[in-house]
């Protein structure tokens, strides 16, 4: 009933720049959390940033000053601004979404989405 979309993925150079959005759509839902999470190739996927319903961010510990998480409640989207990227952020960037469903009269979940991944390469 709920789908994540992400997009703004790409091919960049090393020390550039590139945003990723992630649209939640559906009806009748509520979004607690959000997130983003990458994995590279070989690697297990790891998070990368939080963003709570509040605002209230945390970020992997290699990333902070790098990276910025943000999210608009009333377009149901999250952000992730990525600056100075590095030949070792490439990776599949995933959304992922704490969602409650309201459906038939009740609440549902909260149960984690998870997007379908877009990819960010960096490099010359």
């Known amino acids: 009933q709920v789908q994540l979309v992400e997009s703004g993925g790409g091919l960049v150079q090393p020390g550039g720049s590139l945003r990723l959005s992630c649209a939640a759509s559906?009806?009748?839902?509520?979004?607690?959390?959000m997130a983003w999470y990458r994995q590279a190739p070989g690697k297990e996927r790891e998070l990368v940033a939080t963003?709570?319903?509040?605002?209230?961010?945390k970020y992997a510990d290699s990333l902070k000053g790098r990276f910025t998480i943000s999210r608009d409640n009333a377009k149901n989207t999250v952000y992730l601004q990525m600056n100075s990227l590095k030949p070792e952020d490439t990776a599949v960037y995933y959304c992922?979404?704490?969602?409650?469903?309201?459906?038939?009269?009740?609440?549902?979940?909260?149960?984690?989405?998870w997007g379908q991944g877009t990819q960010v390469t960096v490099s010359s």
């Open positions: 992922n979404a704490v969602i409650s469903v309201y459906l038939g009269g009740r609440w549902y979940g909260p149960s984690n989405y």
């Open positions: 963003i709570t319903s509040a605002g209230d961010t």
């Open positions: 559906g009806r009748a839902f509520s979004i607690n959390a």
